[in-house]
């Protein structure tokens, strides 16, 4: 029987299960089924260049519209699976119809986490996964608007500095101590504020919102009996796995789709790929779900050489990026806030490296306009150095040569 692959979901983990299906010689069909109206795109611009207008849609596509059916890659566009048939093999569609497979991969990413106070739903309050999100609030930051961020993670600061420079007046409110909490030391937190305080953004920490007002659009942030005028409000507090069809199908979910190292669920038809995914990572040592473009691409080859019969265990150093005025954060590794850090270079100077030791084993970097330092880190980890702090904070010694 001719082998016929359907993707679920049209974010650059099902467009790159789809390339490298053609790419590695796959005849059988291949159909991307997705719902939103754009060819796969690239998401970390939506907090970067096309938020402050310097790219465009097509810009940030991962091939352009016309490369699938060149490939002869079906895609469904502005389509939502609603449901999947194990024992019949076969997806079904919001609009009635429904596609036959041999092979199922799911790449449905993650939906925004949705505020639940008073008032969430008021028009003004807006939220940063796809390029029609960025579309509805883009043109209102402008000069002199109060725009309120409620998040202080990496997309909630990338909104900050893109919208500061653009003149609005930015207040970051974050329910935590700390801006960037889950995932760096508070050395590097404090770094991060400092920055954004220093170009006018006003963070205030330890602050929940507890409501929203405004008569027909929101007017003012609400946190307990503080509250802050607001033009337009942009809310980052995280995503949700979207794993709600797999699971419903009868497959294992555990905050993601259950998936062995070689993107397999447990029924032998089906992978999963991206941001949806739990998955072993024995340099990491344990299960984790990943939301990293590094991680959607490699998943997305691996799942397209397991669908071809050539399963290889994929165990990377997770990576990721964030792009702050003329700051290059380029990290390796998973950090804890209670890690011990090492710091390489000058903070002040803006050109450093924050590197992580967790019972004196280096297990991540955050680099700072250290491209090098970015670079090298990976095989550290990797290989669980040991190395002298002393040494590690010595920039005239390469991170290689550690
Ligand atoms: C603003 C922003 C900035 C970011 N910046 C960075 C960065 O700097 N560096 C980095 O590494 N990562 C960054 N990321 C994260 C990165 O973009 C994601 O990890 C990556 O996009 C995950 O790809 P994915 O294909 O797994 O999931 P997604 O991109 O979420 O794609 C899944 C797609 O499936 C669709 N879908 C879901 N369910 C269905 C269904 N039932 N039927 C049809 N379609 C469905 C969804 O609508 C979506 O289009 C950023 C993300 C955002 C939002």
């Not at 001719?2 to 053609?22: F, K, N, P």
């Not at 091939?63 to 699976?81: C, G, N, S």
């Not at 072993?280 to 669908?307: C, Y």
């Not at 955050?366 to 550290?380: E, G, Y």
Request: proline fraction near 5%.
């Amino acid at each position: 029987m001719t082998e016929a692959v359907v993707i679920i979901g049209g974010g650059q983990a099902g467009g790159q299960t789809a390339l490298s299906l053609r790419q590695n010689g796959f005849e059988g069909s291949v159909t991307i089924i997705g719902d939103e109206p754009y060819v796969p795109y690239e998401r970390p611009p939506l907090s970067k260049s096309f938020l402050a207008g310097d790219a465009t849609e097509e810009r940030m596509f991962m091939r352009p519209a016309a490369f699938y059916a060149e490939k002869h890659i079906v895609f469904l566009q502005k389509t939502t699976v609603t449901r999947v048939d194990r024992a019949a093999r076969r997806v079904h569609l919001e609009n009635g119809d429904s596609v036959p497979y041999t092979k199922l991969v799911f790449a449905t990413g993650g939906r925004v986490r949705k505020m639940n106070c008073p008032g969430a739903d008021l028009p003004g309050v807006h939220y940063l996964r796809n390029i029609d999100d960025v579309l509805g609030f883009r043109d209102r930051l402008t000069p002199g608007t109060k725009l309120v961020i409620v998040g202080g993670g990496y997309i909630g600061l990338e909104v900050a500095a893109v919208a500061v420079k653009r003149g609005c007046k930015v207040t970051v409110l974050e329910m935590l101590p700390l801006v960037l909490n889950r995932v760096v030391h508070p050395e590097m937190s404090h770094f991060y504020t400092e920055v954004h305080r220093a170009a006018g953004v006003d963070i205030r920490t330890s602050t929940a919102v507890t409501a929203f007002e405004g008569s027909g659009k929101v007017a003012h942030v609400v946190c307990g009996d503080q509250v802050t005028e607001a033009d337009v409000v942009i809310v980052g507090i995280g995503i949700v796995p979207n794993v709600e069809l797999a699971s419903a199908a009868g497959l294992a979910t555990d905050n993601g789709i259950v998936i062995d190292d070689c993107m397999r669920t447990a029924d032998p038809a089906i992978f999963a790929a991206g941001d949806c995914t739990n998955h072993p990572n024995d340099v990491i040592g344990g299960r984790l779900r990943l939301e990293s473009v590094p991680n959607a691409l490699a998943q997305g080859k691996a799942a397209a050489q397991a669908i071809m019969g050539n399963p290889q265990p994929l165990h990377e150093v997770p990576w990721f990026w964030s792009d702050q005025y003329d700051l290059k954060l380029q990290m390796t590794g998973l950090s804890r806030s209670d890690d011990q850090i090492v710091i390489r270079g000058s903070m002040a100077e803006r050109k450093f490296s924050a590197c992580y030791l967790r019972g004196g084993v280096f297990v991540a970097c955050q680099a700072v306009n250290m491209a090098k330092d970015f670079l090298q880190s990976k095989k550290l980890i990797a290989e669980k150095v040991r190395p002298d702090p002393a040494r590690l904070a010595d920039l005239a010694i390469a991170l290689k040569d550690l």
